[in-house]
């Protein structure tokens, strides 16, 4: 019986919230709330977790890729640029040495032309990405380097790069590899030729 007088005393002096107190608790996690919302939108991080994507990219934006494949007797080197235009389109140059032997090794680049990119090829491409970032195996003798920066105007938003080794992209379905856009430019490129 005295133990629980005791207990009934000790939680009958414990002060029990007003109004006033929770309205002030209330006001405080509301501010911290807006802060934390302020913060997050104005870093970006409405967008995405990644600041370089190809579907989605604002129209005001645009992605330059440098994308280089070396291995045994090859190396191809390319640069894409991407707008996200009402047709999103991709211009593409290739990087080959001067076949002029006075040149002395000079890299020129040629360019190939822009190309119309599908919903399918811009989601392979994020894909792709994606792919990049989970940091495939180092199985192949070829290599893949790839820098992709995001612009606005001269501003550089972000910029990723990413080397592979695993050759597995290949063979990967969904996925929508730079070589493939490549080889659709010059296609386009060889048809206007022969009209």
């Known amino acids: 019986m005295r133990g629980r007088r005791f207990l009934y005393r000790s939680c009958s002096m414990a002060q029990t919230p007003t109004a006033r107190s929770l309205y002030k608790r209330l006001r405080e996690t509301l501010w911290r709330f807006v802060a934390c919302a302020g913060v997050w939108v104005l870093t970006g991080c409405s967008e995405s977790p990644h600041l370089v994507h190809f579907s989605g990219l604002p129209p005001t934006d645009t992605l330059e890729v440098n994308f280089t494949s070396e291995g ?3 190396r191809e080197v390319f640069r894409f640029e991407y707008r996200p235009e009402a047709n999103p389109s991709m211009k593409v140059w290739v990087s080959e040495v001067d076949p ?4 002395r090794g000079r890299v020129v680049e040629i360019p190939l032309g822009g190309v119309q990119l599908s919903e399918r090829e811009l989601s392979g491409l994020d894909k792709l990405l994606k792919f990049y970032r989970a940091g495939p195996s180092n199985a192949c003798t070829i290599t893949e380097k790839v820098v992709v920066i995001r612009k606005r105007g001269d501003r550089v938003l972000g910029k990723e790069s990413f080397t592979d080794r695993s050759c ?10 730079f070589p493939q856009i490549a080889e659709k430019a010059a296609r386009a490129l060889n048809r206007a030729a022969e009209r």
């Not at 002029?100 to 040149?103: E, M, R, S, V």
């Not at 597995?168 to 590899?177: H, K, Q, V």
């Open 72 to 74: 045994p007797n090859r």
């Open 100 to 103: 002029d032997p006075k040149a």
């Open 168 to 177: 597995t992209a290949w063979i990967i379905s969904g996925l929508t590899r």
